[in-house]
């Protein structure tokens, strides 16, 4: 009897919340219908002007249209894209925050630090993939080298001679890949920023340096460098001839410097799934795809789950190399 007198009042209990429940749930499920219903902020870990920036630029413009509200781009540049993912953490995951992230941030960091005060696979949920380009590696103009099988030649005749110049993680670590693939001793050298290095490679007083298209290609054409390879291929380092790596004989270096949208951790499937559906659209129109080429980006059009399967397969690679070349993780 005391059992079934228990079961009543529970049943009591759910009976009175139900309306009350019920009014939430309808409230929320509204919410999201009609989302969005206000401008959407959209985060850049970088300042205006560079190819992260650019892409949220184009993409926001074309996203507004789509989805019928402001898309608000908010650069905060600092800790190569931190202070923009920390803010992001930290926002409401109701999708009127959102934060276009590199794979510096979602995959290179997790491999060369110790320890981050985040996890992009369990902090953040995956809204798609963006934007991309590769890596052009590039010599002085009066470089003796016309090939990257040239470049590995003296580099193994000389071990250590050679210099390229470093960057943030991503340069260091794609050095090392090389090193590791063509079993070859090069000495990294370290710069602030990509002004020095244009420098410094243009002047010959470095061998070889990585760098984005827009830094490339304007040097190529004014012949103060030429292109040896690119990370990986796309139609701008066809169009021009350049040897992806795996062409070039580097067989297993094959990746993008790449953009991803991501949300609060805790965003809804509904608005994840409406702002992956409007952003695989607008990606895939021309006019949008035409944008992004003239700063030699390509549009990358890409599933919550694609982006998810990217951050973990990137991840483990950047892992082996910093394995592979023994090398100390950052504190």
Known sequence: MQNSWNALKRIKRALMWAPIV???????????????????????????????DTAARVLGEFLSQELGQPIVINNKPGAGGLVAARELMGSPPDGYTI???????????????EK?????????????????YPHILIVPPNSPFNSITDLIAAAKANPGALNAAQVGNVNELTVEWIKNEAG???????YKGGAAVVSDLTSGRIDFALVAPGVAFPLLDGNKARALGATSDNSFTKKRGIPSFKEAGLGNIDFYIWNGL??????SEAIINKLSQATQKVLAMPA???????VFLDAVIGSPADLEQLIQNETASWKKVVKDANLTLLK
Not at 99 to 113: E, H
Not at 123 to 131: I, K, P, R
Not at 262 to 267: E, R, S
């Open 99 to 113: 934060y276009l992230a590199s794979n510096g941030i979602m995959t290179v960091a997790a491999a060369r630090y």
């Open 288 to 294: 949008l795809q035409e944008k992004l080429g003239v």
């Open 184 to 190: 070859i001793d090069v000495a990294l050298i370290p």
């Open 22 to 52: 019920g009014a939430l749930s309808f409230g929320t499920a509204a919410a999201q219908s009609n989302y969005p219903d206000r401008p959407i902020n959209m985060l850049v870990g970088f300042s205006a002007g560079g190819p992260t």
């Open 116 to 132: 981050l005060d985040y996890d992009p696979q369990q902090d953040m949920a995956a809204v798609g993939t963006v934007a991309g």
């Open 262 to 267: 991501v949300a609060p951790k805790g965003t």
